[in-house]
Structure formats: structure tokens, C-alpha cells
């Protein structure tokens, strides 16, 4: 099994290589064949990953909001 925070890890990990050109459905199914994982671990991971990618641009664009204004009152 895998520590919740190694989940985590995993789960970056999988955003990193898509954001390089991968395809989110075989790596993902290329580290659950790598990794022994239980079925909830499998099930967290597959929604945190498809939950970021849905929403990337929602995230990229309060990230970059958050930070200028962060920037602006520092």
C-alpha cells in the first residue's frame, strides 16, 4: 500500500508527465500495473488526477491571481 501522502506524490507525478505530452489514461493505468495499491487508493488517485486535469485552467488561473496579489502587498 501507499501512504496517503505518497498518494499525493503519485498524483503529481501523473500531472507532471501529462503536462509533458503523456496520454492521462495510459499512465495512469501504466502506474496502477507499477504500483500495488488498494481499490480506494486507486479510486482517490483516478479523481484527484481527472479532477485537476478537468480543472486546470480554473487552477493556472487563481494561482497566477493569488500570487500577483501576493507580489503586490509583499
Do not use: W
Amino acid at each position: 500500500m501507499v501512504k496517503i501522502m505518497n498518494v499525493k506524490q503519485v498524483v503529481i507525478n501523473l500531472i507532471t508527465k501529462v503536462d509533458k505530452g503523456a496520454y492521462s489514461n495510459i499512465i495512469l493505468n501504466e502506474t496502477f500495473r507499477e504500483l500495488s495499491l488498494s481499490s480506494k487508493e486507486k479510486a482517490f488517485i483516478t479523481e484527484l488526477f481527472y479532477g485537476v486535469l478537468r480543472n486546470i485552467k480554473f487552477l493556472d488561473h487563481m494561482i497566477e491571481k493569488n500570487t500577483k496579489e501576493i507580489k503586490k502587498s509583499g
